[in-house]
């Protein structure tokens, strides 16, 4: 069981190391956040850990872990998307609808 | 019965898995980012549910350990939910800090309670892990808080360090790893004890001695850290998802640690020694700051940036410091609405992570074609008529080309090689290294001496004065 184990930890770093090295730097920092947001699947060792509690100790062990990998997984994906929206190609030169371009500000928004 | 059970629940974990390498795989290209971003999200709900059907299905948890999950995630997602949303870009390091200590902390306690639950006696096999886990798990907890609280400005940025931390480090490193060796011998909770308290003063003391500049490496390192103690408590409970999902963040920091710290042309070991801008040793009477340096005001720096061809803007933390992001883009605009080819040139540490820089810039609106690396954009400043140095200073220093020079080998940007530099900066202080900045006495630099969020602003009213 441990071998197997051992050999798919290993096969992951290998399959890691290839697919992260082709991020371009730009897009580092979503990176680290996404990659965040992936070890917050801890979350289902927080969940296994609360399902074999009986006392109070391990509840609140639990309820720890279980917070503390929620705060990492809902917090991880939301800000790492929240990110990736703002890398824009090219900015819209009038960002409002067109009904507004009549305006005689409707440029200097942009 | 509960065999196809099983491996219907271990080819839902694959499928998460495969969710996961697919979503970073379509982060090599920002048009394709956020979809990646979406099929990780589709992948962590699978193996959650999936996780929530393993532990039905067992029988085992009680009504209270329901009311503990679900109390757990109302109370960590409402707080991750907050945070996120709220958070300044800014503070984007603290924030990923924060989430390598909790990811850590949970890594953490699974073991701990697991430990708790066998009480140890079944073998290495799991031990081995489990102890592994518990350690780099509380490594990177304490250590995480502490470089959070170092970017937020609680803790000093400043290194902190006494004679003897080596020796100290040494001692709790050895501490943490004998004594978790003779917890796996003969398991007992004191012993695993002074193995977490061990643990959890490494942490602290291994962030302290670093300094401010180095964030970007010590970052990147605690979120290796943290994906390994999640792969190691997917050992522990035995669970494929995590094993894959934290060997993949282990890779993700570990190659970020790489970058960063060649980026700086330093070994992660001297990093984490410390104290690189820390003393005094180095002269700084090289007596050329201040003769030789020619100034510059508002008006004619304008002309120059409003008559360019082409102008390459160079920006490093002072940027983010003064929170400048959206003039500097509003500069940018306006040249280029003059028909001026405007882009950026971010050095790998430009900020305090990893693309951190380029974080700032896109949400000031400025499309990320125009944000070039180091190696694209080099050969362009012979081409270049006016680089504007806005609060970078070590990454700009040809004194970086010679041996002998607190930052010699470091790569740095060409900015030497445009035709005229100008470098916006507040006084002649020097940067992280200590050192005095060559490109500031090249007779084709000039400086102008303003705050870099009023200096843009004026900057950017005197090109609208010129042209009208």
């Not at chain 1, 503390?68 to 809902?74: Q, R, S, Y």
């Not at chain 2, 800090?97 to 949970?106: P, Y």
């Not at chain 2, 390994?228 to 494929?240: E, L």
């Amino acid at each position: 069981m441990l071998l197997t184990d051992f050999i798919i930890f290993v096969l992951s770093l290998w399959v890691g190391f290839e697919v992260i090295s082709k991020v371009p730097a730009t897009l580092h920092t979503p990176l680290m956040s996404a990659a965040n947001s992936i070890h917050g699947i801890v979350l289902a060792g927080g969940i296994v850990i609360a399902a074999t509690a009986h006392n109070l100790v391990g509840y609140i062990l639990a309820f720890v872990a279980v917070a503390f990998a929620a705060m990492n997984v809902v917090g991880g994906y939301v800000v790492t998307g929240r990110m990736l929206k703002m890398f824009k190609r090219r900015i819209a030169p009038v960002p409002a609808s067109p009904a507004v371009e009549a305006s005689p500000n409707g440029k200097a928004a942009a | 019965m509960s065999g196809t059970f099983n491996t219907v629940i271990q080819l839902i974990y694959v499928a998460a898995a495969s969710c996961f390498v697919l979503g970073l795989h379509m982060m090599n290209n920002p048009a394709t980012a956020r979809r990646g971003n979406q099929v990780s999200v589709a992948g962590m709900v699978a193996a959650i549910v999936a996780t929530g059907a393993l532990v039905i299905h067992g029988g085992l948890i009680d009504a209270t350990g329901w009311i503990v999950i679900a109390a757990g995630i109302l109370v960590g997602g409402g707080l991750g939910l907050y945070t996120a949303r709220t958070v300044k870009m800014t503070a984007m390091p603290q924030l990923v800090s924060i989430f390598n200590a909790v990811g850590g902390g949970a890594a953490a306690l699974v073991a701990i309670r697991d430990f708790m639950t066998i009480g140890g006696g079944v073998g290495a096999s799991t031990s081995v892990p489990t102890l592994l886990d518990v350690i780099i798990g509380s490594v990177t907890f304490s250590g995480s808080i502490i470089a959070a609280g170092k970017l937020q400005g609680v803790v000093t940025s400043a290194p902190v360090s006494f004679p003897g931390a080596r020796i100290v480090n040494l001692l709790l490193a050895v501490i943490a790893v004998g004594f978790g060796a003779y917890v796996i011998a003969s398991p007992s909770m004191v012993g695993l004890g002074v193995v977490i308290a061990a643990a959890l003063i490494f942490g602290v003391s291994m962030v302290m001695p670093i300094g401010g500049a180095d964030m970007p490496v010590v970052i990147s390192l605690l979120n290796a850290f943290t994906g390994t103690a999640v792969a190691m408590a997917g050992f522990v409970i035995n669970n494929t998802g995590l094993i894959i999902a934290g060997a993949l963040v282990g890779a993700s920091g570990g190659i970020l640690t790489k970058l960063m710290a060649d980026a700086m042309n330093r070994s992660i070991g001297n990093i984490m020694i410390g104290g690189f801008g820390s003393g005094d040793a180095i002269v700084a009477a090289v007596g050329v700051a201040g003769a030789g340096v020619q100034s510059i005001a508002a008006d004619d720096a304008a002309i120059q940036l409003a008559y360019a061809s082409k102008v390459i803007i160079v920006p490093g933390y002072g940027l983010a410091a003064a929170q400048a992001q959206h003039e500097v883009a509003a500069l940018a605009n306006l040249l280029e609405s003059r028909g001026v080819d405007v882009s950026y040139a971010i050095h790998p540490v430009a900020g305090r992570m990893p693309g951190h820089m380029n974080v700032l810039l896109a949400e000031a609106n400025v499309p990320y074609p125009l944000l070039k690396e180091m190696d694209e954009i080099n050969p362009e400043f012979s081409r270049t008529d006016v680089a504007l140095v806005i609060g970078a200073n070590d990454v700009t220093n040809p004194a970086a080309r010679r041996p002998g020079t607190a930052i010699s080998g470091m790569p740095i940007l060409d900015v030497d090689a445009a035709k005229s530099i100008i470098v916006i900066k507040r006084s002649m202080g020097h940067g992280y290294a200590g050192i005095d900045n060559e490109l500031y006495t090249n007779p084709k630099t000039s400086m102008f001496f303003a705050d870099a969020k009023k200096g843009l602003a004026q900057l950017t009213a005197s090109v609208k004065t010129l042209v009208g």
